[in-house]
């Protein structure tokens, strides 16, 4: 029944084989199940009763909530690609936009995490709309194409420096704004960078599960540190109140979002409308360049380049971030870890399922999420944004008009804690510099709309004016 409704005849592929790159796959981006509840529920910018972290609730049974949320959203889209794409793809909330979520529009911006998961299912609500009325190629069209290559490039380098952060590496400096932490004396700092070598020689060696693993024995290590005496009780490890599987503080949140938070006046619908944009556009081209990737790993591409039937898995995604924003996390976008099942030999939506299966199998271990160290956990932001980096190799530096808004848009997102800046600072300056190195055929009315639209808005955020109630 399986070889027929998948299609392994057609796909050349056998049961097996796509049970074991569903494994594969799954264990590749497991981390995402320790690494999402953390970046969500321990903001340190965020107080403990206005952000993310839930007021009443301990930071261990919060992260427990959004482990369960993060497991069911992650599995109904993977299921989704499964049954109704036919796709080996895998997603999760994604990391860069839970990221953005927290750090960005939580705590800079100072929205709630209600409209902001308001903003999530808005997002995914549109997403659902112009994917199933085939607009996709006019939107690839409205952006401008070195902003798209440089996003990812700009977000890894935002998630190491929240990584580095978190594992006292990096630390705040008066004269130099950041520099290098006490590595050689803070035990935080210490077993941070040694997990942080342990994991990269792991994932050098193309293990599976190898960041995991690194998270795994980094937080073993800052337990036995302190059973044996070696460090004070509580310096590596986090204080243990019991967990909840309970997620209705979360799930339905955004309800309350879409009403009064935030949202009665002008300047705070030019807010809402940036951090709706800002996840569309992350989310539409992550997971558009995914796809493409991965399925180039695949031979899944015809002779133009592109991925037959695109529509299917990017709706998989519009519905996962749709159900995950409902429920109370972050975007869902499809994981390039899917190459890894692919490699294995996973060519249909059976290897999307055993994923989707295994995640929510690891519902029964959501208690031990809570008790992951935030310095294990962010090993992962460090490992994966040193990865993206490698998305810089798709900018034609070689072209001026490109290598500006390329540059603008990496440099802002780290140095000023945002994505959805740096993404401003690309899309303001291209068709600047276009009109003014005279390459007016490279400019679509669009771009200037996006422009003005970007410099509006931090007219309103910065001047003060139209901020009375709407």
């Not at 300056?429 to 639209?453: E, Q, T």
Request: no cysteine; net charge negative.
């Amino acid at each position: 029944m399986l070889a027929d409704y998948f299609g392994f005849e057609e796909h050349d592929t056998t049961l097996g084989t796509e049970i074991m790159a569903g494994i594969t796959t799954f264990l590749t981006m497991s981390y995402i199940v320790v690494v999402n509840p953390s970046i969500l529920a321990d903001n340190p910018q965020i107080p403990i009763q206005d952000g993310i972290n839930l007021a009443g609730y301990s930071y261990n049974q919060t992260v427990a909530m959004l482990a369960v949320v993060t497991i069911i959203a992650a599995a109904v889209a993977t299921l989704t690609m499964a049954f109704y794409a036919n796709r080996p793809f895998a997603q999760a909330p994604g990391l860069g936009l839970n990221a953005f979520f927290a750090f960005t529009v939580v705590g800079t911006l100072g929205v709630s995490w209600q409209t902001a998961l308001a903003a999530v299912v808005v997002e995914g609500v549109l997403f659902i709309l112009l994917t199933a009325i085939g607009a996709r190629k006019y939107i690839i069209r409205l952006f401008p194409e070195p902003v798209k290559f440089a996003v990812g490039t700009g977000i890894g380098l935002f998630l190491a420096i929240i990584g580095l952060e978190a594992m006292n590496v990096v630390v705040a400096d008066s004269a130099t704004l950041v520099t290098l932490g006490p590595v050689a004396s803070d035990p935080t700092a210490i077993l941070s960078v040694l997990g942080l070598f342990l994991t990269f020689a792991l994932y050098s060696r193309g293990i599976p599960g190898s960041i995991i693993i690194g998270i795994a024995a980094t937080t073993i290590a800052g337990y036995a540190a302190e059973f044996f005496g070696l460090v004070g009780a509580g310096t590596l490890t986090p204080a243990m109140t019991g967990a909840t599987y309970d997620i209705s503080p979360v799930a339905g949140a955004f309800v309350s979002g879409l009403g009064a938070h935030g949202l009665t006046t002008l300047d705070g619908l030019f807010s809402f409308g940036l951090i709706v944009f800002t996840f569309f556009f992350v989310d539409f081209f992550d997971t558009a360049g995914t796809l493409v990737g991965v399925g180039q790993v695949g031979g899944f591409l015809n002779d133009e380049g592109n991925l037959p039937e695109v529509e299917k898995p990017l709706m998989a995604d519009a519905i996962g971030t749709t159900v995950g924003g409902m429920l109370g996390t972050s975007t869902v976008t499809t994981y390039i870890e899917s190459a890894s099942g692919v490699e294995e030999g996973g060519r249909t939506g059976m290897t999307a399922l055993v994923i989707g299966v295994l995640f929510l199998l690891s519902l029964v271990f959501v208690p031990l999420a809570a008790a992951v160290p935030q310095y294990a956990s962010h090993i992962a932001l460090v490992v994966i944004g040193v990865v993206m980096l490698g998305n810089v190799v798709d900018i034609a530096w070689d072209d001026i008009t490109n290598t500006v808004p390329a540059g603008m848009t990496i440099l802002v997102m780290p140095f000023t804690y945002s994505i959805a800046y740096g993404i401003a600072a690309g899309i303001v300056s291209y068709p600047i510099v276009k009109l003014a190195a005279g390459k007016r055929d490279d400019i679509r009315l669009g771009h200037w709309a996006l422009a003005a639209a970007f410099v509006l808005y931090f007219f309103v955020r910065t001047s003060g004016v139209l901020q009375g109630n709407v």
